[in-house]
């Protein structure tokens, strides 16, 4: 597999060193991230979270990296020579509890108190997710295709999927999209991925988000 299959990738020698701990080893949030044609997991050296470090839209340092094409006609092999990632190649990372900052039950709750969540498939060719997003009140999930200084939105308790081939584990605990390869978002029910059902008969009053778009 060539080395310069990532468009923006940096090359070896403007790379640093691995961070360590005094042992000796290596530290970092785990990752698995999808660009287009290819897949590749191990570890970004960065703190705090996934997330804030990828919206930061600049190479990350990544170690401890194997890869293969994304629908897996080969097998994953090493790639030691891969020392960087650009954010602006990957489409779809799916993120750990590691990649997550420690937070109290309270704190999860004040937290998501202030958002409404909604369960949406979002495509993002050649794939589709899954799951939850929590938005600001006022917020709608079309809203997700608009421009925004966020580079990457995270999806909870989220699958990826290309065609019918699950990518990555069942359920991931978030699932960050890079919104510039967004292509749609509907708001689904999560036990079968499709739209909700309309109900028989004339609605009661009120609108929701879909009445508007």
Same mark, same amino acid.
């Given at each position: 597999?060539p080395?310069?299959f990532l468009?923006?990738k940096?090359?070896?020698?403007s790379?640093s060193t691995p &961070?360590a701990?005094?042992g000796?080893r290596?530290t970092?949030? &785990?990752f698995?991230g999808?660009?287009?044609d290819?897949?590749?997991i191990?570890?970004?050296?960065v703190?705090g979270?996934?997330s804030?470090?990828?919206?930061k ?9 194997q890869w ?5 006609s080969?097998?994953?092999? &090493? ?6 990632v650009?954010?602006?190649?990957l489409v779809v990372?799916?993120a750990?509890e590691?990649?997550?900052p420690?937070? @109290? ?11 409404v969540?909604y369960e949406?498939?979002i495509e993002?060719p050649?794939?589709r997710?899954?799951?939850?997003v929590?938005?600001?009140?006022g917020s709608?999930?079309d809203s997700?295709l608009s421009r925004?200084s966020?580079?990457f939105?995270?999806?909870?308790d989220a699958?990826? @999927?290309m065609?019918d081939?699950r990518v990555?584990p069942? @359920?991931?605990t978030?699932v960050?999209v ?6 749609g ?11 909700h059902?309309?109900?028989?008969? &004339?609605?009661l ?5 879909t009445?508007?778009?």
């Amino acid at each position: 597999m060539p080395f310069d299959f990532l468009r923006r990738k940096k090359g070896p020698e403007s790379a640093s060193t691995p &961070a360590a701990t005094p042992g000796g080893r290596v530290t970092g949030i &785990a990752f698995d991230g999808l660009t287009e044609d290819w897949r590749l997991i191990g570890r970004m050296m960065v703190e705090g979270r996934l997330s804030d470090a990828l919206n930061k839209r600049e190479p990350i340092e990544i170690v401890d990296v194997q890869w293969g094409p994304v629908d897996g006609s080969e097998p994953m092999v &090493a790639a030691p020579g891969l020392k960087t990632v650009d954010p602006y190649d990957l489409v779809v990372v799916i993120a750990g509890e590691d990649s997550l900052p420690e937070m @109290t039950e309270d704190g999860k709750a004040a937290h998501r108190v202030h958002k409404v969540s909604y369960e949406v498939a979002i495509e993002v060719p050649p794939y589709r997710v899954i799951g939850t997003v929590y938005l600001h009140p006022g917020s709608e999930p079309d809203s997700l295709l608009s421009r925004s200084s966020e580079m990457f939105v995270p999806i909870v308790d989220a699958t990826a @999927t290309m065609g019918d081939r699950r990518v990555g584990p069942e @359920t991931a605990t978030a699932v960050l999209v890079n919104r510039q390869y967004m292509r749609g978002v509907e708001q689904v029910d999560l036990r079968t991925g499709e739209r909700h059902e309309k109900l028989p008969g &004339a609605p009661l009053g009120g609108t929701n988000w879909t009445d508007r778009a």
